[in-house]
């Protein structure tokens, strides 16, 4: 606990020049003649620490006294920060101590808050978060997880899995995982996971090669070619949503885009967002599943 109090004592004091005893005590919980002690351990530990009385006086650090920032440039503290409040969005709160320290490396947290990502979406709920939570957990300590399953057909089933690695793609989060009972790797969408329980157990993790990670993750994800047509009336979601290479825009005013997407309930969630200003020009197949969902929808509302 001791130990603790002052490697977050020192933090402070490289991110704030001066600091008083009664804040330091405050911030702690302890009485201020225990943040003298401290002060004093600090000292004797070789860290030049000293305190000025009076009015506007307080505790700091030598100036010189510094981590070196040489091999860093501002630049790679801003996008070091991004990537770590991407991790901390996926609920790893100790990211903070970990921000707050590089603030401290370069005096200035002020420009910290320019970014604030979350991957959870508008309606997750806390169910949601602690869900991802666990599995997080479990792939960091290597424990065997169960769920229940709904698949794209709406069939459940029990699974224990090992997982291996979350990852996001397109507005979508999915989970690798070695399945025990398929006895093979699968990917599992996140948001059809359901009632996630983690076990003692834990597993060693199998080695996947390049290869098999890129066959694993695009065979059962099916990915298509489309070849979707829009409205003029849509060119505000367009270009929103794809990559310009992939967009042409037609002599008669409408959008053609080319894009390659995984064949689940979710892509035809997309295209049905569009209502009736995309038209599906390619797969075939896929044009008539639109098509039939489209009539089936109207024939529910009438």
Known sequence: MKLNRL???IVLLLNYKTITAHELAKRFDVHVRTIYRDIEDLSVAGIPVYMVKGRGGGISLLEEYRINSV???ESDRVHLTAALK???S???PEIETVIEKIGAVFRNTSNDNWVNIDFMGWSSTQKDRDKFTDIKNAIMRNQVIGFDYIN???EK???MVEPEQLYFNRYTWYLLAFCRNRKEHRIFR???IKNVTTSREQFEKRVIGDEEYNVIRGDRLSFLELHLRFSARMLYRIYDEFDEESITKNEDGTIDVRISMPEDDWMYGFILSFGPFVEVVSPERIRREVADSMRAAL???S
């Open 7 to 9: 490697i977050e004592m």
């Open 71 to 73: 091999i860093l440039s």
């Open 86 to 88: 991407a991790v901390q």
């Open 90 to 92: 996926i609920n790893s």
């Open 152 to 154: 794209g057909n709406g």
């Open 157 to 159: 089933s029990s699974r």
């Open 190 to 192: 996140i948001s059809r």
């Open 299 to 301: 024939a529910f509302y």
